[in-house]
């Protein structure tokens, strides 16, 4: 028996609210400059956005679709909407999940999972590290089970949506792998009214067209120099207080870096979160249980116990080594280095269990276990605890952008001090990524190379490698034009290595300057080495069709599902 929606809106509105509670503070005017989360008022279409220099593809179709959009509107606008709709999203599709899987299941059940899938550690870690894009993939996995679930009862909207939740968390690429685990975990189940071949064959051709803009750009480029197996250990997940790994990964924390985590898990409140939260989700498992023979059910708990168990084997010695192998050794085996982030297939089982736990119980219990839930992480809320708060430029990015757009000059930018991330006067006491590469129209030269937990992880491809000694070495202004090189710029207001770079710079004609940046410019002839306007084009059609698969799975999977609603409302 199904039970009748009562107010099929309110999961959607309690989602958006505590979306809207999350990110409060960066609601407000301003930019989103955290860690790896950078928003800018504009951003351009360089060979760096579609992926095309020698470093691995993995902002792609995300900054190519910045930079179209912010030529309309405001860039950081379009960072706050897109974030605010993954949060929305991740629960109103939990509520939507929950439905299609139990349909005995009332409303609260529904807010409950909401509530799981909203409000928890996975949500606060990648907020707090930047990975906001990440976020949009960790959405579509409950509408990716609920397209799954259309899909094997034969609903031709079904394969409209996994082809709109496959784009949309093909924001990166990472999402896609994400949504495509899931989507091929529930359509290689065995039943449903059709073949699983089939049905695990059609997600595949989907995934390909999803994933066009990053296998598009990774051929174009040739694929960089590979990753280095120093980030396998340095990604590893890691254990939070009073918990080992196994623990954290099941309370859906344990992100690699320790100051991305609110502060309530920097303590043994963290064993306390994930108690409350995992004895919610652990009550709803003997009503799970008695649906294991369920196709989706089963596939969703074995995605759940892989995604816990995997990361775990891969922080111990053992699964280092492995991780090291792969990435020396496999392509596009770097894109698995961050182990913790594939916890996120364990969360729609976590909503679905802790909806079941509630599926014959008082609506007082529902309303209990929301609280647990919110309880089990406080300091999430308002932006991770203040943590996440829009910043304001100042007016010379702006000046720079403007000098670079208007000279006729081409070439591309080397940028000093050395090193991917800044502390800047104006945002807070977390690194950030160094914004240029999304502030200026030339694309900005930079190695990769991180520093991890007092490590180097060096970054893909030679070329920006090869600037940087010029520069830190004092070299000539021959040397860098050799290599590209039309502009230096030395971002003033941040700490960081500039080497013998003053001997270089010395010679160069300064177009700008004032407190917080200096432009330098290289006269006379720069070798080029810009992408041909074949190779831009190819890349740039992957994106389109990349585009054109979210927007027609949007459209044909609301058109069928409208007229699927008002046939059922027409039946005596």
């Not at 807010?111 to 799981?116: G, I, K, Q, Y």
Request: proline share 7%; aromatic share 6%; charged share 15%.
């Amino acid at each position: 028996m199904t039970a009748r929606p009562r107010a099929p809106f309110v999961p959607a509105v309690y989602s958006l609210i505590l979306a809207i509670l999350i990110l409060g503070p960066l609601l407000g005017p301003g930019y989103l400059l955290m860690r790896d989360a950078v928003s800018t008022p504009r951003s351009y279409l360089t060979d760096s956005a579609l992926g095309l220099t020698d470093a691995a593809a993995r902002a792609v179709p995300q900054d190519a679709l910045l930079a179209t959009m912010s030529a309309v509107v405001d860039g950081g606008l379009v960072v706050k909407m897109i974030l605010l709709a993954a949060l929305w999203a991740a629960g109103w599709g939990a509520a939507r999940m929950v439905r299609a899987v139990l349909p005995t299941a009332g409303l609260g059940p529904q807010l409950v999972a909401v509530t799981v899938m909203v409000w928890n550690p996975y949500v606060a870690e990648r907020l707090l590290q930047g990975h906001w894009s990440l976020l949009a993939g960790y959405a579509a996995l409950p509408w990716t089970v609920c397209a799954a679930v259309a899909i094997r009862r034969g609903h031709t909207h079904g394969w409209f949506a996994l082809a709109a939740c496959l784009a949309a968390a093909g924001l990166t690429p990472t999402g896609v792998l994400l949504a495509t685990v899931t989507a091929l975990a529930m359509l290689a189940a065995p039943g449903g009214r059709s073949a699983p071949w089939r049905r695990v064959a059609g997600a595949l051709i989907l995934f390909v067209l999803a994933s066009a803009p990053w296998l598009a750009a990774t051929a174009l480029s040739g694929g960089g120099d590979g990753s280095d197996p120093a980030g396998v250990a340095a990604f590893a997940a890691r254990a939070e207080p009073g918990l080992a790994t196994v623990g954290s990964l099941a309370g859906l924390g344990g992100v690699w870096n320790s100051a991305a985590v609110p502060d309530t898990r920097t303590t043994l409140f963290a064993l306390v979160g994930t108690v409350l939260l995992l004895g919610v989700v652990l009550s709803g498992l003997p009503a799970l249980w008695r649906r294991r023979r369920h196709p989706v059910v089963s596939a969703l708990a074995a995605l759940a116990l892989v995604a816990v168990l995997a990361p775990t084997f891969g922080a111990t010695s053992w699964g280092l080594d492995l991780g090291r192998w792969a990435v020396q050794n496999l392509p596009g085996a770097g894109l698995l280095r961050d182990s913790q982030k594939w916890v996120a297939l364990a969360a729609p089982l976590y909503a679905l269990a802790a909806a079941a736990a509630l599926l014959r119980r008082p609506s007082t219990w529902s309303v209990s276990a929301v609280l647990v839930v919110l309880l089990a992480l406080p300091d999430l809320a308002w932006g991770v605890g203040g943590a996440l708060r829009p910043i304001e430029y100042p007016r010379s990015w702006q000046q720079v952008a403007s000098q670079l757009d208007t000279d006729p000059n081409s070439g591309d930018i080397a940028v000093l001090p050395a090193g991917m991330f800044r502390k800047f006067s104006y945002t807070g006491p977390a690194p950030v990524l160094d914004p240029a590469p999304r502030m200026l129209p030339e694309d900005i030269l930079q190695t990769g190379e991180l520093v991890v937990a007092g490590g180097v992880v060096q970054g893909e491809g030679s070329r920006a490698q090869q600037v940087e000694r010029v520069l830190l070495t004092g070299g000539s202004a021959a040397d860098l034009a050799s290599l590209g090189v039309r502009w230096v710029l030395v971002e003033r207001d941040t700490p960081g290595l500039l080497g013998e770079s003053a001997t270089t710079l010395a010679g160069l004609d300064q177009p700008f300057s004032d407190e917080y940046l200096e432009l330098y410019r290289i006269d006379g002839d720069v070798a080029p080495h810009q992408a041909s306007e074949r190779t831009r084009a190819a890349a740039i059609s992957a994106h389109v069709l990349w585009a054109l698969l979210l927007s027609g799975g949007l459209l044909g999977a609301g058109v069928l599902d409208a007229y699927a609603l008002r046939q059922r409302r027409h039946q005596p």
